[in-house]
């Protein structure tokens, strides 16, 4: 890690993307359905679409990137761009992190759209990381949406917020409702850090123990 800069680890789809909002309207079409048949309080897996008998989620994950250029056309979340560019300005790393990459056969068609789309609506970074294990690539705050990547960043012992949707209801704070909130809680761990009061929790040392 550079050691110089403060490193913000922001997850893409359903934090800075409107993900499960993109999606559902692909996935009325590819169900043949009306968009309101298909409810907007989700949980991880989307069980509530009824996708499970037409292929499951990876099928419908690869029509949406495939055939709908999905990660071209996600509208971004209110603020995220701007908020983006505004943590930069005062000299925040951003080190984008996703798991885009989880099915097979089409990275060439993930990664293009998503730089495209970075590009497209001026998001700032300065590492693009497709990983799964999020934690090995270390941040001093990282943002999350997934249920299970919130979990296993926090027991792995780095500071990680989590930016509410439905499926993360039940997951406990630090949470960011808006980017208002994410633009508070990261300027308040980057004013710690600057000042040395930053209690790392771990992020970048593996031995350290998981925080309670
Ligand atoms: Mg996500």
């Known amino acids: 890690m550079d050691e110089s800069s403060f490193i913000f680890g922001v997850d893409l789809d359903g934090v800075v993307g409107d993900f499960y909002g993109a ?22 897996g989307l069980s509530e679409w ?5 292929g499951g989620y990876d099928k419908l994950h690869r029509f949406a990137v495939t055939q709908r250029d999905l990660f071209r056309i996600l509208p971004p979340i209110k603020d995220a761009p701007a908020t983006l560019r505004k943590l930069s300005a005062r000299g925040i ?5 996703t798991h ?3 099915l097979k056969y089409f990275h060439q068609e993930s990664i293009r759209q998503t730089v495209e789309w970075l590009d497209a609506h001026d998001i700032p970074y300065w590492d693009l990381c497709f990983m799964k294990d999020k934690g090995a690539v270390g941040a001093h705050v990282y943002i999350d949406d ?6 296993g960043l926090r027991e792995q012992g780095c500071r990680t917020i989590v930016f509410s949707n439905s499926t993360n209801r039940a997951i406990s704070g630090p949470r960011a409702d808006t980017w208002k909130d994410v633009e508070r809680l990261v300027l308040e761990s980057f004013e710690e850090w600057r000042t040395g009061t930053l209690d790392l929790f771990g992020a970048n040392d593996y031995s350290a123990p998981p925080r309670i």
């Open 100 to 102: 885009r990459l989880f």
């Open 93 to 97: 790393r951003i080190r984008i992190i």
């Open 23 to 44: 999606l559902r309207a692909v996935a009325a079409e590819w169900l043949d359905r009306p968009l309101e048949s298909l409810p907007t309080e989700v949980s991880f």
């Open 146 to 151: 997934s249920p299970g990547n919130v979990e």
């Open 50 to 54: 009824g996708i499970e008998e037409y």
